[in-house]
């Protein structure tokens, strides 16, 4: 199986991030607070507690250079997080919202993070040496509902969202004194909260999203069951787009330039991959227990059924049938997937997926055969 190890940190995470070295977990179990774990002699040990958001917590990120936790919630506010000694002493950044901050990603210099919410807008944030804080630039008036998720490019400045009104954009963030202008790069040439692309190619909500290890690809997902992959990001972008039988997905991740690993409510990771065409298309489900939309069709159909006469085989909870009638590693939908990769690395051969299961999967690609050809 493609899935190593399996944990039960909880009765349901929210997200999950990894510390540089892979040896401790940060999640947070459906509240106000983000728990640290580490492994300790093969057994997983709570080791903090990390308690400052008055509401849930909607995401994390471990820088994976600095070392710096940050937290955003419903509260609407951030939170940096930096080790000393052994305790993890916040900082609180101000981030301006009249509505819930959704999501959260440090940028590839780790110099700045940016922040999706349900006010329509966009933080960017970053360190102000001269004044010892944390200074919030927003983004305005582009989109026309939540935030939903945030994807840094390599080049670190510009900057991909979707949002519940089923666009994707791209903008620049750039800042003066804290990035560098290149002389060959035409983003660093565009003003801070300047729209690059804007893309409306889903019908539906617009959900998780990342770029290609090298940025020439961006992939996102929509609630309509399609996946949508975009080139040449600019004024004349090209897109193409793969529909599924399947659940929605969540979230996605680029395992490598030519595939890509998607996760949401068919609670078992999907591979997408592309040709030498460029062409992308669905190829399997990673957890081997899953059967394909044809073959569980009719059984589903039969215990529908069985459902409506009072006959079902699991009971009347339907996440508990759909669980068992899935099998495999999570029993309830995927939220999030998280890459494990050492700093440099261009491809990805494992990662970590969490859901509202409450487990934190580990998947490995290595000892999928069919799949080293795209690695």
Known sequence: MAAVSVHQFAQCITCHAWSPDHSMIAFCPNNNEVHIYKLLDGK?????????????VSGVDWGTE?????????????????????EWVPTLVIL??????????????ENKFAVGSGAKTVCVCYYEQEN???????????????????????????LATTSTDGKCRVFSTFIKGVDVK?????????????????????????????????GHVLAYVGHNS??????????????????FRDLPLRDVLFISERMVIGVGFDCNPMVFTADRRGLWSFLRFLDEKKTSSSAKSGSQLTEKIGKFYGQSKYGSNDTNETSRTQGGAHENCITNIVPL??????????????GLDGKVVIWELQSQHDLLGYL
Not at 44 to 56: A, F, M, N, Y
Not at 96 to 109: E, F, G, M, T, Y
Not at 343 to 352: E, K, L
Request: include cysteine; aromatic fraction near 10%; proline fraction near 4%.
């Open 44 to 56: 997983w040990e709570k080791i903090h507690v990390l308690q400052k958001h008055d509401q849930i």
């Open 182 to 214: 290149k002389a060959a790069s035409a983003s660093s040439d565009s003003k801070f909260g300047e729209q690059i692309m804007q893309l409306d190619l889903s019908y539906s909500w617009a959900f998780g999203m990342k770029w290609s290890p090298s």
């Open 132 to 158: 010892n804080w944390w200074v919030s630039k927003v983004i305005r008036k582009r989109h026309d509902s939540s935030v939903t998720s945030v994807a840094w490019h390599p080049d670190n400045i510009l």
């Open 226 to 243: 399609m996946i949508y992959f975009v080139d040449d990001v600019g004024p004349s972008p090209s897109a193409q787009n793969v529909a």
């Open 96 to 109: 301006r919202l009249n509505r819930a901050a959704l999501c959260v990603q440090w940028s590839p210099k």
């Open 341 to 354: 990769k050492k700093p440099g690395d261009t491809t990805v051969t494992r990662f970590s997926t969490s």
């Open 66 to 86: 600095s070392n710096r936790i940050v937290t955003v919630s419903h509260d609407r506010n951030s939170y940096v997080w930096s080790q000393e000694a052994t």
